[in-house]
């Protein structure tokens, strides 16, 4: 299983990013996947996932109508579209995927990781 997160770069204030994430060795299962940032000198934290349906999504309120998540079982792919971005979205973002056909949002639930991707916002 593998999971690769891509799409991250620098961006002032206001602008946008789509990350996207692509996962291997999941086709054969169903599964959510999810978003979780890292900020310098902070903890994990949950930015968003999506059921493997790809209709039901759920975020943290720190970015609740700023990003949206999609995905495309066909591809395997992920994307998290950012909108709006602030200085304090800066962090490494990572991917991963948990079996099971609900939504998950602590990283414990999470079976699966990729490397990050960092997205820096200047102010």
């Known amino acids: 299983v593998q999971l690769q997160a891509s799409g991250g770069g620098m961006v002032q204030a206001g602008g946008s990013l789509r990350l996207s994430c692509a996962a291997s060795g999941l086709s054969s299962r169903s599964y959510a996947l999810g978003w979780f940032r890292r900020a310098p000198g902070k903890e994990r934290e949950f930015v968003g996932t999506?059921?493997?349906?790809?209709?039901?999504?759920h975020y943290a309120e720190s970015v609740r109508g700023r990003f949206t998540i999609s995905r495309d079982n066909a591809k395997n792919m992920m994307f998290l579209q950012m909108n709006s971005l602030k200085p304090e979205d800066t962090a490494v973002y990572y991917c991963a995927a948990a079996a099971g056909s609900g939504y998950y949002i602590t990283s414990n639930e999470y079976d699966y990781w990729g490397q990050g991707t960092q997205v820096t916002v200047s102010s």
């Open positions: 999506v059921k493997y349906s790809g209709g039901m999504t």
